[in-house]
């Protein structure tokens, strides 16, 4: 016998499982919707033509593959906080801002999670229902606990406002709110702007602290002012917050693992000692972050030209989503005109939230070879225009 006899076999990843089953498929309609992951046109994984060029300066440098500090590459720290809150903010001139450079956005939110079971402890995290499964994985594994707030409204395919609002407010005060900065995951159902100034007001009355996960800046509108504007706006009024940031998706960085955790605070002493309680944390479990990825976002941001042509490309990828996402949509309209399909158009982002049950879901999957997660999620960023009939054709057949 082994003396590791007694392990269970874990289930798989309720998300990248359906990756794994998507390959696993021989038929040539297959399609997968699962993981968020950018895709071109003809479905194939995309590298910015900025990052290339990034890359072949970085070769020139040929600069060494030493270990970066703990906390991260001092030019991605820069660049990552002025992304963040804007390059002329005085949170920033003031050193009001603790930012270390993490393993993408799941190790900045775990950094973050260790950070509150350790300085924060007893305090409770309120995630929103439903989230990106993922967060109640890290804060459970932190130790931290976690409860629900409501969100999503199944009855109008959008955010449920009020329930929200009667749940951060009904949850003991000086408790963590997390927040998508934008593109809600999996529901791409934002607040809007007068929603978000309520939502930072309630936390301000309730001494709530905040933890945005800014996973899709740029990535949403195209824009990353516009996709920033809640924490800055939360910011501007002073609230102090936790957020985290991931490269993943707006510079198509995904395995590069790339993000930082910052804490906003209204103390520069107080940033100061925070910055080292997230270097000790970080220290214990993987020492310091990896460096080339770190170097693209420092060159990209750096330079100007180069800036802007990131800006395109984001443009670009938020642009062709946008379009197949009205594709679909006009394909359900005319297959389905009985059915309200405007929930499709008014999402955001990379994901839309069809509403389809897990039988329903197991249709789209086994009869149509559409690889989803079973919560009804689709990653439009996985859909092509030539394939969005195909795709509504599945929706509707497995509705019906
Ligand atoms: N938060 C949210 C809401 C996400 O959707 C994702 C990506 N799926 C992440 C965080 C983290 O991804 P990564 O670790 O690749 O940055």
Redesign the pocket.
């Known amino acids: 016998g082994s003396f590791m006899e007694g392990t269970e076999q874990a289930p798989p990843d309720p ?1 990248l499982g359906v990756s794994d089953a998507f390959k696993a498929s021989t038929s040539p309609d297959k399609l997968n919707l699962g993981v ?1 992951a950018y895709r071109t046109e003809e479905l194939q994984p995309y590298v910015l033509e900025v990052v290339k060029k990034a890359e072949a300066i970085m070769m020139e440098k040929a600069e060494n593959k030493e270990y970066l500090p703990i906390d991260g590459l001092p030019a991605f720290k820069k660049c990552t906080a002025e992304l963040l809150l804007g390059a002329d903010s005085s949170i920033i001139a003031e050193n009001k801002i603790a930012t270390l450079q993490s ?7 775990r950094i973050g999670a260790a950070y509150i079971n350790a300085w924060l402890p007893g305090k409770t995290v309120y995630l929103s229902n439903p ?2 499964g ?2 109640k994985n890290i804060f459970a594994d932190a130790g931290v606990e976690w409860k629900m707030y409501r969100y999503f409204d199944p009855e109008t395919v959008g955010l449920d406002f009020a329930g929200m609002m009667e749940d951060i407010k009904g949850a003991p005060d000086g408790s963590i709110i997390v927040l ?1 900065g934008c593109a809600h ?1 999996p529901t791409g159902v934002d607040p809007t702007k007068e929603q978000w100034e309520e939502i930072a007001s309630l936390c301000q009355e309730k001494g709530h602290l905040p933890f945005f ?1 800014v ?2 800046q740029g990535f949403a509108s195209g824009s990353l002012e516009e996709d920033a504007f809640a924490p800055r706006m939360f910011a501007e009024k002073g609230l102090e917050f936790l957020c ?1 940031q ?4 707006n510079l198509g960085l ?1 395995g590069e ?1 790339v ?1 930082a955790i910052n804490a906003v605070v209204n103390d520069a002493a107080v940033a100061t000692r925070v910055a080292s309680q997230m270097k000790r944390q970080a220290r214990a479990m993987y020492s310091n972050p990896p460096v080339h990825g770190a170097r693209i976002v420092s060159e990209v941001v750096g330079d100007e030209d180069m800036f802007n042509e990131w800006k395109a490309e984001m443009e670009m990828m938020s642009g062709r989503i946008k379009s197949v996402r009205g594709k679909l949509y006009d394909y359900l309209c005319e297959k389905m005109p009985e059915k309200d399909w405007s929930f499709v158009t008014r999402q955001i982002g990379m994901f839309s939230f069809t509403g389809l049950t897990p039988a329903q879901v197991e249709n789209m999957t086994n009869k149509w070879e559409v690889y989803m997660t079973k919560d009804g999620r689709i990653s439009l960023a996985g859909l092509s225009a030539a394939k969005a009939e195909y795709l509504a054709d599945a929706i509707v057949d497995s509705i019906k």
């Open positions: 998300i968020g393993l993408s956005g799941t190790g900045s939110l989230t990106w993922n967060h998508h995951n996960d996973a899709y985290s991931s490269y993943s998706k995904y693992r993000g």
